[in-house]
């Protein structure tokens, strides 16, 4: 653990002070607070279950009250992430020129072209683009966890950290700056408030009829990337998970309710209509 257990106790306990002194009833609790997704819970679950498992290594306790069979996690399932439409992608990358602001200008040139996560996107710096090789370097990320203040980190996984290909044609809306500014904020990232505006901005310079809303963008290009190459493991390492399973479950959404099957099959196999 990276931080004592009685710590980590006391930060989802705070009426406990010891590991020793959590039983069944006070994980309830925890879970009954959460107005969360039950996804979110069941990993905050996983996180508990941690603790209590060192406790036990650790002589702290001699059960895990996670294991009781009183323990109900419920919740409502988390809503998927519905990709923006072709015709509404061929809109963005049509008016990227309209965006007044550099910084904005940059944003939408990047987001919405490459399947990165929005703390990715933040936490690009000017070196990490190869405007020579035509690659994007990703290996670092901001996130927001009080909401405002940027927190610089590493990426989510080992797989996260990778190299995509840049798209060639967006070159031309980049203006570059100094190396190891960020492309998005300077000398600091941007904070939570600062990206909500970036995004409201570029909304009203190219009179878009939804929100830019940025974890959109990576579930749309990588929506697209499959349903043009049909090669999954492409996707996953544009994507940067470790499975294959992870981008067709989360992130591959598919264009049509219905492909017929039939015709290609017919197709490879020399059947002609």
């Given at each position: 653990?990276f931080?004592p257990?009685?710590e ?5 306990f ?6 020793i ?8 609790k925890?879970?009954?607070a ?11 679950k996983n996180?508990?279950?941690?603790v209590f498992?060192q406790a036990?290594e650790d ?15 419920t919740g409502q399932a988390?809503?998927p992430?519905v990709?923006y439409?072709?015709e509404?992608?061929?809109y963005?990358v049509?008016?990227i020129a309209?965006v ?8 939408l040139a990047l987001h919405?072209?490459h399947p990165?996560?929005?703390e990715e996107?933040?936490g690009?710096?000017w ?11 990703i290996e670092?990320a901001?996130t927001?966890?009080?909401r405002n203040?940027?927190l ?8 996260s950290?990778r190299?995509?290909?840049?798209v060639?044609?967006?070159?031309p809306y980049?203006?570059?700056?100094t190396e190891g ?6 000398e600091q990232?941007l904070?939570y408030?600062?990206?909500r ?5 570029i909304?009203?310079?190219i009179?878009?009829a939804e929100?830019?809303?940025?974890r ?7 929506t ?5 190459t049909?090669?999954i493991?492409q996707?996953q390492?544009a994507?940067?998970h470790t499975t294959?399973?992870m ?5 591959v959404k598919?264009?049509s309710e219905?492909r ?9 196999y020399?059947?002609?209509n």
């Amino acid at each position: 653990m990276f931080l004592p257990l009685d710590e980590v106790a006391l930060y989802f306990f705070p009426h406990q002070a010891q590991v020793i002194d959590i039983c069944p009833v006070d994980v309830q609790k925890v879970f009954n607070a959460m107005s969360s997704a039950k996804e979110t819970k069941i990993k905050v679950k996983n996180i508990l279950n941690m603790v209590f498992e060192q406790a036990i290594e650790d002589g702290l306790i001699q059960r895990n009250p996670l294991h009781s069979r009183s323990i109900r996690i419920t919740g409502q399932a988390s809503k998927p992430i519905v990709p923006y439409t072709v015709e509404q992608m061929r809109y963005l990358v049509q008016h990227i020129a309209d965006v007044r602001k550099p910084m904005d200008r940059n944003y939408l040139a990047l987001h919405a072209l490459h399947p990165l996560r929005p703390e990715e996107i933040l936490g690009l710096q000017w070196q990490d683009i190869d405007f020579a090789d035509r690659t994007i370097r990703i290996e670092r990320a901001v996130t927001h966890p009080n909401r405002n203040a940027p927190l610089l980190k590493g990426t989510k996984t080992d797989a996260s950290r990778r190299v995509i290909d840049l798209v060639p044609q967006i070159i031309p809306y980049l203006t570059r700056s100094t190396e190891g500014h960020f492309v998005l904020g300077g000398e600091q990232p941007l904070s939570y408030t600062q990206t909500r505006k970036m995004c409201q901005r570029i909304q009203q310079d190219i009179n878009f009829a939804e929100a830019i809303t940025p974890r959109r963008f990576r579930t749309t290009v990588l929506t697209d990337l499959y349903d043009m190459t049909k090669d999954i493991k492409q996707a996953q390492a544009a994507a940067g998970h470790t499975t294959a399973a992870m981008t067709l479950k989360h992130y591959v959404k598919g264009r049509s309710e219905h492909r017929n099957t039939a015709a290609p099959i017919a197709s490879a196999y020399g059947l002609e209509n």
